[in-house]
């Protein structure tokens, strides 16, 4: 696609409940990365994926949240037993692997809420 | 690790009027600096990055950016404000042996008429 794609664009969920939430990068980027954006706070470095290496997880805040990346496109970002405090943007960006000049392209954001 | 700091969460100023938004960072080489802009509702959208020469960059919708490598700030400006310009702007940092990027807290710009 032209951008990267997150879907939903807005999740309610229970609490306990679990969640994915879906990034479809950059056609050819071959990084992709989460952050995490709460109201009023900055951006949280979750997670990003370069190639094939294994991934940097040095941002996840907790076990009940972890991310996979299937053939090196498509992320999924898995946050289970979810809680209110988990409540937040979670934005997706892509760049060009090993193009550390390159800035990121970002996505619109998943906006979860937890009840 | 690298980090970023932006000591001010709110920035206002007068339409017409000069703008300055600052940022420092902290890493353990030579930095990848840049400058994000989030208008309300919307993803980051990229404005201006420092990778190497000259330490004046110019980038967007009239936006420059001041690397100072003695100060360790990379200073976002514009000459003169338009109220379109009032968004939320977040300053960045990469270091140059990971692929890694950090953002700042952000900084809430009001530009008034």
């Known amino acids: 696609g032209a951008g990267v794609s997150q879907s939903p664009s807005n999740k309610v969920t229970e609490k306990g409940k679990d969640v994915e939430l879906r990034c479809d990068p950059i056609?050819?980027?071959?990084?992709l990365y989460w952050y995490r954006q709460s109201l009023g706070q900055g951006l949280e470095f979750l997670i990003y994926?370069?190639?094939?290496?294994?991934?940097?997880k040095s941002g996840l805040p907790s076990d009940r949240f972890s991310a996979e990346r299937t053939g090196g496109s498509v992320s999924t970002l898995t946050i289970q037993r979810t809680q209110q405090e988990d409540s937040a943007v979670y934005l997706c960006?892509?760049?060009?692997?090993?193009?550390?000049?390159?800035?990121?392209?970002f996505g619109e954001g998943s906006r979860l809420t937890v009840l | 690790a690298q980090s970023v700091a932006q000591p001010e969460d709110q920035v206002n100023v007068a339409e017409g009027n000069p703008l300055t938004v600052k940022c420092t960072y902290s890493?353990?080489?030579?930095?990848?600096l840049f400058w994000y802009v989030q208008y309300p509702n919307r993803g980051l959208q990229f404005l201006l990055k420092?990778?190497?020469?000259?330490?004046l960059v110019k980038g967007s919708y009239g936006f420059e950016a001041e690397f100072n490598k003695s100060q360790t700030s990379f200073h976002l400006k514009k000459p003169s404000a338009l109220v379109s310009d009032s968004a939320l702007y977040f300053c960045?940092?990469?270091?140059?042996?990971?692929?890694?990027?950090?953002f700042g807290a952000g900084t809430r710009l009001t530009v008034k008429p």
């Open positions: 960006a892509s760049s060009l692997w090993g193009q550390y000049t390159g800035e990121l392209f």
């Open positions: 056609s050819g980027h071959t990084a």
């Open positions: 994926f370069q190639g094939n290496s294994a991934p940097d």
């Open positions: 890493v353990s080489g030579n930095p990848y």
């Open positions: 420092y990778i190497t020469g000259d330490n």
């Open positions: 960045a940092v990469r270091d140059r042996n990971n692929n890694d990027m950090r």
